[in-house]
């Protein structure tokens, strides 16, 4: 299993930024697809952004050229740089690592809240 720890949430205004920061532990990191995830109140957790172990990348629609995901293998850290937020942007957002090593393995982050809010 990978442990996951998640920062960089907190209260923004509109229009303003945030950098999310996810760290790994063990050896496995650069093998793991890794994702960001959301869930606002009241409605279902969605998938916000995705990096796979080989550099691939997709967006949600709704975060496309605000969000850029990216990873650095040598500090077992994803990050999420979020631009130009909204009022809809505001969630609790989870950290997610999924591959196989050996096994499977699906593990998550104990999530980070963001408000944009003015």
């Known amino acids: 299993q990978v442990q996951l720890v998640e920062s960089g949430g907190g209260l923004v205004q509109p229009g303003g930024s945030l950098r999310l920061s996810c760290a790994a532990s063990?050896?496995?990191?650069?093998?793991?697809?890794m994702n960001w995830y959301r869930q606002a109140p009241g409605k279902q957790r969605e998938l916000v952004a995705t990096i796979t172990s080989g550099g691939t990348i997709n967006y949600a629609d709704s975060v496309k050229g605000r969000f850029t995901i990216s990873r650095d293998n040598a500090k077992n850290t994803v990050y999420l740089q979020m631009n130009s937020l909204k009022p809809e942007d505001t969630a609790v957002y989870y950290c997610?690592?999924?591959?196989?090593?050996?096994?499977?393995?699906?593990?998550w982050g104990q999530g980070t809240q963001v408000t944009v809010s003015s």
């Open positions: 997610n690592a999924r591959g196989v090593y050996l096994q499977f393995f699906d593990s």
């Open positions: 063990g050896s496995i990191f650069s093998r793991a697809a």
